[in-house]
């Protein structure tokens, strides 16, 4: 997918959202509505792909796709779930649903003043490091932190830290890399800065 087709289906996300999220705050229902989206997205479309392509598919009419979520979902869901993702599907708009998710969350994060942190380490995140992050990011932010870990051994050591869309990435493999660039960088700058003596070099051979 293009960055362009990325950053358009964020923004259409984002107006669903907010769409979701008002009716939801109407209605006291944001919290389970949360609960909800994260078991769509992560125990429907994360382990049956397949059915997450036939939702997002061209080949069937919104009014087949509505039919299928009936026949599902029928007595699992909300009818505020329900009522949304059959808006969704009549405008076809069913293929942004992990954005939707995402950005419901950042929308509910700040009406509560609230924010969620996500660290990613090699070996697991120790608990006295996990109080001590969440403790940090709370005085500095002056809000109230989530703090969810993942884990991803190329990492090799430390940890990358994701709050919304800012990334601290203190890996050992970040690391390396930023060393490897800085001695490129600095053998560039040697070139431009001795550019006559390698002319001298390579007119005289």
């Keep these: 997918m293009s960055d362009t087709g990325d950053i358009g289906r964020k923004q259409i996300a984002r107006v669903y959202a907010k769409a979701l999220i008002g009716a939801a705050e ?5 919290d389970s509505l949360i609960v909800e989206l994260d078991s769509l997205v992560d125990d429907v479309l994360g382990k049956f792909s397949g ?7 061209p080949r069937l009419s919104p009014d087949e796709k509505v039919q299928l979520l009936d026949r599902v979902f029928v007595g699992r869901m909300s009818e505020e779930m329900s009522t949304f993702l059959k808006v969704l599907c009549q405008h076809e708009r069913l293929d942004c649903l992990r954005q939707i998710r995402r950005a419901f969350r950042q929308q509910h994060n700040e009406l509560r003043n609230n ?30 932190v989530h703090l969810f870990t993942t884990l ?29 660039t800085q001695a490129v960088q600095r053998v560039v700058e040697q070139i431009h800065g001795d550019g006559g003596r390698f002319l001298d070099i390579s007119t005289s051979s």
């Design 51 to 57: 059915f997450e392509a036939t939702l997002s598919s």
């Design 152 to 180: 991803d051994e190329s990492l090799i050591g430390g940890l990358v830290v994701r709050v919304g869309d800012t990334v601290v990435d203190g890996s050992v493999r970040n690391q390396l890399a930023l060393m490897r």
């Design 115 to 144: 924010v969620e942190v996500e660290v990613t380490t090699a070996q697991g995140l120790p608990d006295n490091l996990r109080e001590q992050i969440i403790r940090t990011l709370k005085e500095k932010l002056r809000c109230e």
């Design 26 to 30: 109407k209605s006291g229902a944001t």
